[in-house]
C-alpha cells in the first residue's frame, strides 16, 4: 500500500540541520500526536481550549488503583476525541509501581490498518 507523504511538525518543534522547520510522517507523526494530546493540559491552547486531556495533573495523585484507572479513561477518552480521524484505540493499559506509572497505547492506523504501540513512563 502507498504511504501517503503528509507531513506534520514534530513534537517537540524543531530546527533541521539546515535551519528549516523540522516536518515529521508516518509513524513518527502520528506519535508525535497521541504525545501532544496527553501531555498537553486542557485549556492551555488558547484557540482550542478543550485540547488535551490533563494527564500531568494525575501525576500528583496518590500512586494507587484508582489513579491507574483514571489513567486509563483519561488517556483513552482524549484519544478517542482527538484523533479518531488518525487512530482507532484498541486498548489502554497503566502498570504501576512504588514510583513510575507506565501506560501504553494499542491503536490501529486508520490510513493502512496497522497496529502500532506507544509506551510512556511517568516518575
Known amino acids: 500500500m502507498i504511504q501517503s507523504m503528509k507531513k506534520t511538525f514534530p513534537f517537540p518543534f524543531g530546527i533541521d540541520g ?3 522547520i523540522s516536518a515529521i510522517g508516518g509513524d513518527d507523526a502520528i506519535r508525535a ?3 501532544q494530546v496527553l501531555f498537553t493540559a486542557p485549556g492551555e491552547r488558547i ?3 478543550e485540547f488535551g486531556c490533563g494527564l500531568l495533573n494525575l501525576v500528583f495523585e496518590p500512586n494507587s ?3 491507574a ?3 486509563e479513561f483519561t488517556i483513552s477518552q482524549a484519544l478517542n476525541r482527538w484523533l479518531s480521524s488518525d487512530i482507532t484505540v484498541d486498548g489502554v493499559g497503566v ?3 512504588e514510583e513510575f506509572v507506565s501506560a501504553e497505547i494499542v491503536y490501529t492506523k486508520k ?3 496497522s497496529r502500532q504501540t506507544v509506551r510512556i513512563r511517568f516518575r
Do not use: F, W
Open 18 to 20: 539546515s535551519g528549516r
Open 33 to 35: 500526536k497521541i504525545i
Open 47 to 49: 484557540n482550542l481550549p
Open 65 to 67: 488503583g484508582i489513579l
Open 69 to 71: 484507572a483514571a489513567m
Open 95 to 97: 502498570d504501576r509501581d
Open 111 to 113: 490510513q493502512d490498518l
